[in-house]
């Protein structure tokens, strides 16, 4: 007979780890946050972190169906809020099968979901075929990966110089105002194929933890005390938010 409080004890510290930082960061996730996004502004300016946070109603279309010409679209709106000139990078949902990962490591679901690619004729973010369903996710996975182009194509930084180039990668969708886009995407629950319960999914390299903390400073440094755009957010990221800029306020 298996142990329940085990079992609750293990999900519980699966739940732990896929809401922590998928990476380490330097000087601690709240440090190493202040410092990124103090870059972030001075690389490309304060107007960007003042511009009005987008809102899912305001990104996603009334009457989005999930079909790939709708996915170009919703993600042709995430490039012009990132300031990406069309053309500039190729977009394909080609993304070799659907992106998704299940290892047999305690269940848990991994999704790769979008990748950037530098390429002699030009770069590319191909992206899985089955996030046109999902308008968050593709939101967020299009936005971070925009944002590599940004970052990387655009040589402000480099593999070598940045090591944690994923997690600033997931910052600048913050910073350009998507991160309820990156939160809300970073953890969730499926159901699994045999139909039997629940398994976790995870996203992203900062995830609800330090996305919470990120979204608290971008606040702050908007002069936000109280953002009415919080409600937007999943619970537990939103009490993090919450919690942290309180914390920040005094």
């Avoid at 790939?68 to 000139?85: G, H, I, K, N, S």
């Avoid at 350009?176 to 390299?205: C, D, M, S, V, W």
């Avoid at 009415?228 to 800029?245: A, E, I, K, S």
Wanted: net charge positive; glycine share 10%.
């Amino acid at each position: 007979m298996r142990n329940p409080i085990g079992v609750l004890r293990r999900n519980q510290q699966v739940r732990a780890e896929l809401k922590a930082p998928r990476e380490r960061l330097p000087g601690g996730r709240r440090r190493w946050i202040r410092s990124s996004m103090n870059w972030l502004i001075a690389e490309f300016g304060r107007d960007v972190l003042l511009r009005p946070i987008v809102l899912p109603d305001e990104l996603i279309p009334t009457g989005y169906d999930g079909s790939l010409a709708a996915a170009e679209e919703l993600c042709a709106r995430v490039a012009d809020r990132m300031e990406l000139p069309s053309g500039r990078c190729a977009l394909s949902f080609g993304l070799v099968g659907d992106g998704v990962r299940r290892p047999a490591y305690r269940g848990v679901v991994k999704e790769q979901g979008g990748r950037w690619l530098r390429g002699a004729d030009g770069n590319e973010i191909q992206l899985a075929p089955a996030l046109a369903a999902d308008p968050v996710a593709l939101a967020a996975i299009y936005a971070h990966e925009a944002g590599h182009e940004l970052l990387l194509g655009g040589d402000r930084i480099s593999f070598a110089r940045r090591p944690d180039h994923e997690s600033l990668t997931d910052l600048l969708t913050v910073f350009y105002g998507l991160g309820i886009f990156t939160a809300n995407a970073a953890y969730e629950r499926r159901p699994r194929p045999n139909g039997r319960g629940k398994q976790p999914l995870a996203r992203g390299y900062l995830r609800e933890a330090a996305l919470s903390d990120a979204l608290a400073y971008y606040a702050l440094l908007r002069g936000e005390r109280h953002p009415d755009w919080d409600r937007h957010l999943d619970p537990p990221v939103r009490r993090g938010m919450r919690n942290q800029l309180t914390i920040l306020s005094k």
